[in-house]
């Protein structure tokens, strides 16, 4: 049991598990007894986290899945029910931004189009995509997918992982930010949709946490803060980055049907009070 969240005999899929926070997650559901279906189009790296998990006496198999294809997410589920169970619990992890869908600049300036710069302008629609799918279509997909187990058993739970950027959008990332936006609308409407079927949907939206994806982003090649580093600082009211750990309260506050029953349609931020700051 970890804080006092339960999930012996449930089983979870996450998403996205290869990568630092959301196989934490397969780590923290495993703890709390669950069986985990580690998804990831790394399987490699999914295999690894699903390896230690086994090593710690849990009950975990590693999937290559891509969440933007359909008929790949039916071929995996059929082998996770066949191998692990009907899913009880769906985290949707997979996501992230890419420079494809950035701007280089905060602020448009005139003489920008004619510059060396990436501007709005320049956004390629096969990038702006990618981001999207990613980012909503592919928790859709999988939504639509392994929900089909959860409708009409009690206690069955969706959660999504947001972003803090889906309610301020940050600057230079307009794709992502709008993506992980309709992501946590998407959230509230499912939660009334299953509302009467036995499910609860609920989100999470972290803040900033240095994770692969993100450590340029922050950090120079000598391990110095990069600029962006110290905006998001300023603008974090705790000033620093939050710990992935921090997030499995959360995790498991969200999934514990007892503690969180009749919550559902819920974004909760984990953000140092990022969302709370008018930075004045």
Same mark, same amino acid.
């Given at each position: 049991?970890v804080?006092?969240?339960?999930?012996?005999?449930?089983?979870?899929?996450?998403?996205?598990?290869?990568?630092?926070?959301?196989?934490?997650?397969?780590?923290? !559901?495993?703890?709390?007894?669950?069986?985990?279906?580690?998804?990831?189009?790394?399987?490699?790296?999914?295999?690894?986290?699903?390896?230690?998990?086994?090593?710690?006496?849990?009950?975990?198999? $590693?999937?290559?899945?891509?969440?933007?294809d359909?008929?790949?997410?039916?071929?995996?589920?059929?082998?996770?029910?066949?191998?692990?169970?009907?899913?009880?619990?769906?985290?949707?992890?997979?996501?992230?931004?890419?420079?494809?869908?950035n701007?280089?600049?905060?602020?448009?300036?005139? &003489?920008?189009i004619?510059?060396?710069?990436?501007?709005?302008?320049?956004?390629?629609?096969? &990038?702006?995509?990618?981001? !999207?799918?990613?980012?909503? !279509? %592919?928790?859709?997909?999988?939504?639509?997918?392994?929900?089909?187990d959860?409708?009409?058993?009690?206690g069955?739970?969706?959660?999504?992982?947001?972003?803090?950027? $889906?309610?301020?959008?940050?600057?230079?990332?307009?794709?992502?930010?709008?993506?992980?936006?309709?992501?946590s609308?998407?959230?509230?409407?499912?939660?009334?949709?299953f509302?009467?079927?036995?499910?609860r949907?609920?989100?999470?939206?972290? %803040?900033?946490?240095?994770?692969?994806?993100?450590?340029?982003?922050?950090y120079?090649?000598?391990?110095?803060?990069?600029?962006?580093?110290?905006?998001?600082?300023?603008a974090?009211?705790?000033g620093?980055?939050?710990?992935?750990?921090?997030?499995?309260?959360a !995790?498991?506050?969200?999934?514990?049907?007892?503690?969180?029953?009749?919550?559902?349609?819920?974004?909760?931020?984990?953000?140092? &009070?990022?969302?709370a700051?008018?930075?004045?």
């Amino acid at each position: 049991m970890v804080f006092g969240t339960d999930l012996t005999g449930k089983m979870a899929v996450v998403t996205g598990a290869g990568g630092i926070l959301c196989g934490m997650f397969a780590r923290t !559901l495993a703890g709390a007894g669950a069986s985990v279906a580690l998804l990831d189009i790394n399987l490699e790296a999914a295999e690894k986290i699903a390896g230690e998990i086994r090593d710690m006496g849990g009950t975990a198999s $590693a999937y290559e899945v891509d969440v933007m294809d359909k008929d790949m997410l039916e071929s995996v589920h059929a082998r996770v029910l066949a191998e692990l169970g009907p899913c009880d619990i769906l985290v949707n992890g997979a996501g992230g931004n890419q420079a494809c869908a950035n701007t280089s600049k905060e602020y448009f300036e005139m &003489g920008d189009i004619e510059g060396d710069v990436v501007t709005f302008f320049d956004l390629e629609y096969g &990038g702006i995509q990618k981001v !999207l799918d990613l980012n909503f !279509l %592919g928790a859709f997909l999988t939504c639509q997918v392994f929900a089909k187990d959860m409708v009409g058993r009690d206690g069955c739970n969706i959660l999504n992982i947001s972003s803090a950027s $889906a309610k301020r959008p940050l600057t230079r990332i307009p794709v992502f930010s709008g993506a992980v936006a309709a992501l946590s609308n998407f959230t509230q409407w499912l939660a009334v949709h299953f509302a009467r079927a036995g499910i609860r949907v609920n989100a999470i939206a972290p %803040g900033f946490f240095v994770t692969r994806q993100n450590e340029r982003l922050l950090y120079e090649e000598d391990g110095a803060p990069a600029a962006r580093a110290a905006k998001v600082l300023a603008a974090t009211p705790m000033g620093r980055f939050g710990k992935p750990e921090e997030l499995n309260g959360a !995790l498991l506050f969200l999934l514990n049907n007892e503690a969180a029953g009749f919550i559902t349609g819920v974004v909760l931020p984990v953000d140092g &009070g990022f969302g709370a700051n008018a930075g004045v």
